[in-house]
C-alpha cells in the first residue's frame, strides 16, 4: 500500500503465519482472526506475496469484536500472511 491514500483514511498492516490461523497444515478453509472489528471492504490478504480476491480465495466476516477471513484453498503453517486494511485518521 505504499502510496496509496484514502481521504480521511490511514492503511494498517498485520502480518501472520498459517500457524495463526485454525484449522491443520495444508487444510482449506482455515480461519484467521483479527483483533479488530473494522467493517470495511478495502481489505488487502497477500499469502506468500500472491494477491487473493475476495469471495474466490477469501471471505471475510465482521463481527462485535473482531474479524475472521476465511481462507478458501489450503494454507500451510509456513504461509507468510499480510493483511492490511485502512482505518478512519485521527483529527
Not at 16 to 44: A, H, M, P, Q, Y
Not at 68 to 78: A, C, H, M, R, V
Amino acid at each position: 500500500m505504499t502510496g496509496v491514500k484514502r481521504k480521511g483514511k490511514v492503511p494498517r498492516t498485520e502480518t501472520f503465519t498459517g500457524s495463526d490461523c485454525s484449522g491443520l497444515d495444508g487444510e482449506t478453509n482455515r480461519v484467521l482472526t483479527l483483533n479488530n472489528n473494522l467493517k470495511t471492504s478495502e481489505e488487502i490478504i497477500l499469502v506468500q506475496g500472491a494477491f487473493l480476491y475476495p469471495s474466490q480465495d477469501y471471505n471475510i466476516s465482521h463481527k462485535s469484536s473482531n474479524s475472521e477471513i476465511t481462507f478458501l484453498g489450503p494454507i500451510w503453517n509456513s504461509q507468510k500472511i499480510l493483511v492490511k486494511y485502512f482505518v478512519p485518521s485521527p483529527v
